[in-house]
T-cell receptor
Framework: DADVTQTPRNRITKTGKRIMLECSQT?????MYWYRQDPGLGLRLIYY???????NKGEISDGYSVSRQAQAKFSLSLESAIPNQTALYFC?????????????FGPGTRLTVL | GNSVTQMEGPVTLSEEAFLTINCTYT??????LFWYVQYPGEGLQLLLK?????DKGSNKGFEATYRKETTSFHLEKGSVQVSDSAVYFC?????????????FGSGTRLSIRP
């Protein structure tokens, strides 16, 4: 069974719709992250969370919001989707943070905004 | 600021060829350095890492050496296989980073011909 799961895996929606992407993990990690991947741009950090009560903006948080419902769950919302939010979205987790800590990634959600 | 630059792809090689994917970085202090790999349809997974100067990370026949003097972390493999076809990301975690932040390069797509 996958340690980091994301739902849905694919989603097509229309401009202006509200969308929620969900992430769950069974690794017991405190830290969770949302990234988006665009061709030629690598991964860019949207939001990250150290624990249930801690939410932080990443480099590209505009147009997005998040909710950390539990240690194991971290959701990303697009309140009013626009076409340039079409991308591959990844959730990731890590332990408490130290030099060289690895991040563990989910399989990704491919979002298309028409 | 912190950044990672890696060679643009796609890179196409024949099976058993020697592979080098160049990666250079800009960062203050001594960041941790990583190579992540993304196989088709999957999330990223850690391939190898190095946390201090002159360290060599290795895994699955891949190697990379942390070169502080040239700010580089080039990925090498002596004999590639078709199963190595994937996208490879060089990344760094800034020194003193308490948020486990990882900064990714843009990725290099590798295709191996049988």
């Amino acid at each position: 069974d996958a340690d980091v799961t994301q739902t849905p895996r694919n989603r097509i929606t229309k401009t202006g719709k509200r969308i929620m992407l969900e992430c769950s993990q069974t690794k017991g990690h405190d830290r969770m992250y949302w990234y988006r991947q665009d061709p030629g741009l690598g991964l860019r950090l949207i939001y990250y969370s150290f624990d249930v009560k801690d939410i932080n903006k990443g480099e590209i948080s505009d147009g997005y919001s998040v909710s950390r419902q539990a240690q194991a769950k971290f959701s990303l919302s697009l309140e009013s989707a626009i076409p340039n939010q079409t991308a591959l979205y990844f959730c990731a987790t890590s332990t408490t943070g130290g030099r060289g800590d690895e991040q563990f990634f989910g399989p990704g959600t491919r979002l298309t905004v028409l | 600021g912190n950044s990672v630059t890696q060679m643009e792809g796609p890179v196409t090689l024949s099976e058993e060829a020697f592979l080098t994917i160049n990666c250079t970085y800009t960062a203050t202090g001594y960041p941790s350095l990583f190579w992540y790999v993304q196989y088709p349809g999957e999330g990223l997974q850690l391939l190898l890492k190095a946390t201090k100067a002159d360290d060599k990370g290795s895994n699955k026949g891949f190697e990379a050496t942390y070169r502080k003097e040239t700010t580089s972390f080039h990925l090498e493999k002596g004999s590639v296989q078709v199963s190595d076809s994937a996208v490879y990301f060089c990344a760094l975690s800034p020194s003193g980073s308490s948020a486990s932040k990882i900064i990714f390069g843009s990725g290099t797509r590798l295709s191996i011909r049988p």
